[in-house]
Structures are given as structure tokens and as C-alpha cells.
């Protein structure tokens, strides 16, 4: 069974930095396409970040450009989200799916749409 379980979320002022993981199982992270979303309150889910070892190819949103950084740890078998001078609008839940196909259809699908998804982490920025 293909599962993704997202951690790391918790509350931070603005400035400052978190990281978070999405631990895969069923599947290897280096063969599928993984990518973050968040959803706000109130506002629509959109896609933060994706990467793709498969294909060679990462995807940022460009608001995160430059402050967040997408990577994959091979030997934990996860896809971690390293988020640095964080803001008050990154505040969400922040949920990773997965797909083996790429970063256009994982960015662009409803998370429905895709192999698998997780159950999300709050990450909430403070003034």
C-alpha cells in the first residue's frame, strides 16, 4: 500500500524557519513525482513545490522562490520541505501527495487526481 505521512508543521514566528518531511512508503521517492501543497483558510489549495528525480525536474511557487527548498532523503526514503524567512501568508496545512507521473500533473491535478496523498501539517506564522 502507497502512503505519504506529512510532519514538521507547528507554529513559528515570521522570520523564521521550518522544515518539514513527507515519509513515503510503498514506494520509492526517487521513481514518483512528490510535490507540497498548503491551503489557507478560506483560500484555495495550490501547489508550493514539487520535485521529481525521475525526470530531473522541481517546480516552486513564485512566492517561495528563493525562501523554500525542495529535496529528497534516499536513505529515509522522504521528501522534505525546508521553508526559511517564513511569512504570515504561509500559513496553512500543508499536505504532500505523490505520483509516478511528473511535477506538471502533480502541480497542476487535484490531490484526488493523484496516487496518493497525506492527511496534511499546520504550519502557522505568527507577527
Known amino acids: 500500500e502507497v502512503q505519504v505521512v506529512e510532519s514538521g508543521g507547528g507554529l513559528v514566528q515570521a522570520g523564521g524557519s521550518l522544515r518539514l518531511s513527507c515519509a513515503a512508503s510503498g514506494f520509492t521517492v526517487e521513481d514518483y513525482a512528490i510535490g507540497w501543497f498548503r491551503q489557507a483558510p478560506g483560500k484555495e489549495r495550490e501547489g508550493v513545490s514539487c520535485i521529481d528525480k525521475k525526470n530531473g525536474g522541481t517546480y516552486y511557487l513564485d512566492s517561495v522562490k528563493g525562501r523554500f527548498t525542495i529535496s529528497t532523503d534516499n536513505a529515509k526514503n522522504t521528501v522534505d520541505l525546508q521553508m526559511n524567512s517564513l511569512k504570515l501568508e504561509d500559513t496553512g496545512v500543508y499536505f504532500c501527495?505523490?505520483?509516478?507521473?511528473?511535477?506538471?500533473?502533480?502541480?497542476?491535478?487535484?490531490?484526488?487526481?493523484?496516487?496518493?496523498w497525506g492527511q496534511g501539517t499546520l504550519v502557522s506564522v505568527s507577527s
Open positions: 501527495a505523490a505520483d509516478p507521473s511528473d511535477c506538471t500533473v502533480v502541480v497542476t491535478s487535484t490531490l484526488s487526481y493523484l496516487e496518493v
